[in-house]
């Protein structure tokens, strides 16, 4: 099972800032099946980049991510306030087909 | 556009069967799309249980393989889940999704399901 784990646990910014946030994999993620999602409080989440870099639809282009192999990032270039959330990165390819790292919080100062 | 929505009891007892439907809106579920369940512990992250294809196909996540079944009614345009004998760790938020590019583009809003002894 690839495990995905996720850097910084609480991220807090002020809006316009940059947010940089990180996820792991313990193997090589096949074919760059990375994808980031979303979630805020009593909501499910919302799909924001698949296949590491590709924005899903209607997604603002301050959300970008990047990576191969074993790192992928999300950045946002410019903080919102309605940007708060718990973010999470997923893989897909290994046994468990689908698995998520354990999230990063997003705080807006 | 596409909607999903969850249902079933709420409460679920010791060594009993859960289930769960999800209804699919907007779109035909006979769309070459694999369909998914997803839950969510009370306070923490998210866990692939498995998907299915419209013709029936299955993949299950390894973890809940001899407990789980999943089903597919095309002419309902929609899906379920059956896990069976079910503990208290099996307390979440379960969510139905619609599987984009190696990845779940759709998701319904989610139903609780805890755990009663």
């Known amino acids: 099972e690839i495990v995905l784990t996720q850097s910084p646990g609480t991220l807090s910014l002020s809006p316009g800032e940059r947010a940089t946030l990180s996820c792991r994999a313990s193997q090589t993620v096949s074919n760059n099946y990375a994808a980031w999602y979303q979630q805020k409080p009593g909501q499910a989440p919302r799909l924001l980049i698949y296949?590491?870099?590709s924005r899903a639809t209607g997604i603002p282009d301050r959300f970008s991510g990047s990576g191969s192999g074993t790192d992928f990032t999300l950045t946002i270039s410019r903080v919102e306030p309605e940007d708060f959330g718990v973010y999470y990165c997923?893989?897909?390819?290994?046994?468990?087909?689908?698995?998520f790292g354990q999230g990063t919080k997003l705080e807006i100062k | 556009q596409v909607q999903l929505q969850e249902s079933g009891p709420g409460l679920v007892k010791p060594a009993e069967t859960l289930s769960l439907t999800c209804a699919v809106s907007g779109h035909s579920i006979s769309s070459g799309h694999w369909w998914s369940w997803v839950r969510q512990p009370p306070g923490k992250g998210l866990e692939w249980i498995g998907e299915i294809h419209e013709s029936g196909r299955t993949t299950y996540n390894p973890s809940f393989k001899s407990r789980v079944t999943m089903s597919v009614d095309t002419s309902k345009n929609q899906f379920s889940l059956n896990l069976n004998s079910v503990t208290a760790a099996d307390t979440a938020l379960y969510y139905c999704?619609?599987?984009?590019?190696?990845?779940?583009?759709?998701w319904g809003k989610g139903t609780t399901v805890t755990f009663s002894s």
């Open positions: 296949s590491v870099s």
């Open positions: 997923q893989q897909y390819g290994d046994s468990p087909l689908y698995t």
């Open positions: 999704t619609r599987q984009g590019h190696y990845c779940m583009d759709v």
